[in-house]
């Protein structure tokens, strides 16, 4: 009993240890990659040696920082809003694996409660957005709503292929079941699911909803201080968990050559991470209608193409 | 922690160290931090200007429809999980495939229809 109660608690701190830790090395390597990519340095100062300790210099100056609310806002859902957003990227980490046998719990309904969990996470940036009473938010608590509504069918469509290949909801499960000619055969579904992802993190080139330039942070407009960076805290920890959910559902998760288990899992993790910076760098965003039409003109036919494709090959 | 609802305890502990997380967080957070509130600080930001009457302000909201779609849709698609996991099972095989080509046109034909009322256009 003791030794079981000591196990879970390992696991959890390990999982709020990764929680903590991997969406600081993925801003670090957005700051970065994208400085590098645009011909600059990036931070080079805080800490030493390439500017390793900017983050959490960032950290530093954040907690110290004033908690303004304004007058207007809805101040008990405004206070609340950066931990709908923030928390269910946490308790999401729970069932992902790592490695053969190392995940917090397996859950026979694996796929099911991480689309659920994630979708939560959206209502924090809409709860902010109408709390706030600011015009700006308004606006963009309603985009981060329309683009959920488009991007979710897609996404639990394309989960729900590789449940089929699989015929398993379990996470650890569907990388046992995983082959290598897994990849061509998924091949439509893993982009779907990730571009569906990438939307319902509100990443660029899908960041209408926060649009810094054209209506100054959307959700976010009026957070500042330690709020504001728990809301930032929230988009990376959603990169290392939409990026863990691609390798374990369309990658392979642990599975690969030569190299141990988690290092392979953390190896695609990060390769999806660097992806998502580059597509920032590279694609312009795209316009509200643009979006929606992408959605439900271009992944829902794609993701039940999958679906089709995923039944036949399986049947046959 | 056995049986079926034992994992979800796990989950449970989790979710309330977010919280603790997040608690924590701010109570340094109020430790730390300076308190000096202005009724200027406090007004809403609008570019620099006075804010324009309230911020709920009445907008067209374009996408609803979309939200109809996507309710109907989910709908559908929730049913997919239970089936995904037995589909193949033996002695279903092809009843189950031609079940999921009824179901995928049903999907399909709901979106042509959305496309071709063009509620998938913005004006």
């Known amino acids: 009993m003791l030794e079981a109660v000591l196990d879970t608690a390992l696991r959890l701190v390990l999982i709020i240890g990764a929680f903590l830790l991997l969406p600081l090395l993925v801003g670090q390597l957005e700051h970065k990659a994208m400085a590098h990519m645009q011909s600059r340095l990036g931070p080079m100062y805080a800490g030493g040696f390439h500017g390793w300790a900017q983050l959490i210099a960032d950290g530093v100056k954040f907690v110290q920082k004033e908690d303004v609310i304004p007058a207007a806002a809805d101040r008990a859902v405004f206070k ?19 490695g053969p046998g190392l995940y917090g719990v397996d859950l026979d309904a694996g796929i099911f409660f991480v689309l659920a969990v994630m979708g939560v996470g959206v209502l924090g940036s809409i709860m902010a957005g109408w709390s706030s009473a600011n015009k700006y938010s308004v606006l963009g608590g309603m985009r981060s709503a329309a683009q959920l509504m488009s991007y979710e069918l897609p996404l639990v469509l394309a989960a ?43 990443r660029p080139p899908f960041d209408m909803p926060i649009a810094e330039s054209e209506i100054i942070m959307g959700p976010m407009t009026e957070y500042s201080g330690l709020r504001f960076a728990l809301f930032m805290l929230s988009e990376y920890v959603g990169i290392v968990v939409l990026s863990a959910l691609t390798t374990v559902l369309f990658l392979g998760g642990w599975q690969g050559p030569l190299l141990p288990g988690p290092v392979w899992t953390l190896i695609k993790i990060f390769a999806l991470a660097f992806v998502v910076i580059w597509v920032r760098v590279s694609y312009p965003r795209l316009r509200e209608d643009q979006l929606q039409r992408l959605a439900w003109v271009g992944l829902v036919p794609l993701a039940l193409l999958q679906l089709a494709i995923t039944g036949v090959v399986k049947v046959l | 922690m ?3 609802f034992g994992s979800y305890v796990v989950v449970g502990i989790l979710l309330l160290a977010g919280v603790a997380i997040f608690a924590g967080g701010l109570f340094a957070n109020r430790l730390l931090r300076p308190h000096r509130p202005t009724a200027d600080k406090l007004t809403t930001y609008e570019c620099g200007v006075d804010p324009v009457g309230d911020g709920w302000a009445q907008s067209q909201v374009r996408y609803y429809v979309y939200t109809y779609l996507y309710v109907v849709f989910a709908v559908d698609a929730v049913f997919l999980f239970p089936w995904a996991t037995v589909f193949a099972a033996p002695g279903f095989g092809l009843t189950t495939l031609v079940e999921m080509f009824v179901f995928l046109a049903f999907i399909a034909l709901g979106i042509l229809y959305a496309w071709r009322k063009r509620v998938l256009a913005w004006t």
Do not use: D, K
């Open chain 1, 80 to 98: 609340l809003a950066p931990a709908v957003a923030l928390v269910p990227y946490l308790v999401v980490m729970v069932v992902i694996p790592v």
């Open chain 1, 160 to 202: 729900s292929s590789v449940a089929m290949a699989a015929g398993t909801l379990s996470l650890h499960g569907i990388v046992e079941a995983w082959q290598w000619w897994w990849l061509p055969w998924q091949a439509i579904g893993a982009v779907v699911f990730f571009v569906a992802g990438l939307a319902e993190l509100r």
């Open chain 2, 2 to 4: 056995s049986g079926y």
